[in-house]
């Protein structure tokens, strides 16, 4: 599943899911060590648990950031958007 995200300096989020279990997730722009390492960590992770975790995040004075929007395209991913 493909999301493009808003209001971030990240591009493109990538999000392939094996049930409730994120198996890989790619994201395209940003601050690439830390989109690498958030795409990393959650590897393995229960969706719904990833959610719980970056929901809301925001990055310096914007409403949103790469995690919060990462939560995002989850949500989508499980019909949840």
Known sequence: MEFTPSG???RLM????????IKKVE???GCAGNT?????LVVGMN????ISRMEGI???F???SCPDQLAKALKQ???QA
């Open 36 to 40: 690498q390492g958030i795409a990393k």
């Open 58 to 60: 925001t990055c310096g």
């Open 62 to 64: 914007k409403p949103t």
């Open 47 to 50: 969706v719904h648990d990833a």
């Open 14 to 21: 990538k999000v392939d899911l094996d049930g409730e279990t």
């Open 8 to 10: 971030v300096c990240s």
């Open 27 to 29: 994201i395209i722009g």
């Open 77 to 79: 991913a499980i019909g």
